[in-house]
């Protein structure tokens, strides 16, 4: 979004810029043929016309002073403003890179609970069956007992 958004002011930026620059075109190709801001220099150079004439040029050639500063500053804040996006594409790059890795990281740790987890459970089987063992070898002893002390039963023995 903030990205788009810098986009927008890059492109009304160039755009301003373009409109500067064909105005600045269009002041010079006005000031360079006499008479074609609609009145025709006059013939007679009088002090007076020269003073106007010459307030007119000083006019113009602040505007187009002022224009030349404006068109320098624009482009200047294109750059800046390009400088700025790829600066910011490179963070959000950089960000990305380290989220993708901690998701490894992560999902190397959930593995290594997994493996945990199973060996508890294969260990704790493990347990279980060596005491189902144990009561097996008590009750087989207890028959074995019950054996000796009646002999006559010896074919239920064996």
Same mark, same amino acid.
């Given at each position: 979004? %903030?990205?788009?958004?810098?986009?927008?002011?890059?492109?009304?930026?160039?755009?301003?810029?373009?409109?500067? %620059?064909?105005?600045?075109?269009?002041?010079?190709?006005?000031?360079?043929?006499?008479?074609?801001?609609?009145?025709?220099?006059?013939?007679?150079?009088?002090?007076?016309?020269?003073?106007?004439?010459?307030?007119?040029?000083?006019?113009?050639?602040?505007?187009?002073?002022?224009? %030349?500063?404006?068109?320098?500053?624009?482009?200047?804040?294109?750059?800046?403003?390009?400088?700025?996006?790829?600066?910011?594409?490179?963070?959000?790059?950089?960000?990305?890179?380290?989220?993708?890795?901690?998701?490894?990281?992560?999902?190397?740790?959930?593995?290594?609970?997994?493996?945990?987890?199973?060996?508890?459970?294969?260990?704790?089987?493990?347990?279980?069956?060596?005491?189902?063992?144990?009561?097996?070898?008590?009750?087989?002893?207890?028959?074995?007992?019950?054996?000796?002390?009646?002999?006559?039963?010896?074919?239920?023995?064996?």
């Amino acid at each position: 979004m %903030r990205k788009q958004h810098l986009q927008c002011t890059i492109q009304a930026l160039q755009d301003e810029l373009r409109i500067q %620059r064909d105005l600045n075109q269009l002041f010079q190709g006005d000031y360079s043929e006499p008479g074609r801001l609609g009145n025709p220099l006059p013939q007679e150079m009088t002090k007076e016309n020269f003073m106007r004439v010459h307030g007119e040029y000083e006019r113009q050639a602040k505007e187009l002073y002022l224009l %030349r500063k404006t068109l320098e500053e624009m482009e200047l804040r294109i750059d800046t403003q390009k400088h700025t996006l790829t600066a910011r594409d490179e963070s959000i790059k950089k960000l990305l890179e380290m989220l993708q890795s901690k998701g490894l990281s992560a999902r190397q740790t959930e593995e290594d609970h997994e493996r945990t987890r199973r060996l508890a459970d294969a260990e704790m089987t493990i347990h279980q069956l060596e005491g189902l063992l144990e009561q097996r070898d008590t009750e087989m002893l207890q028959l074995r007992e019950v054996c000796v002390c009646f002999p006559q039963d010896q074919d239920f023995c064996n």
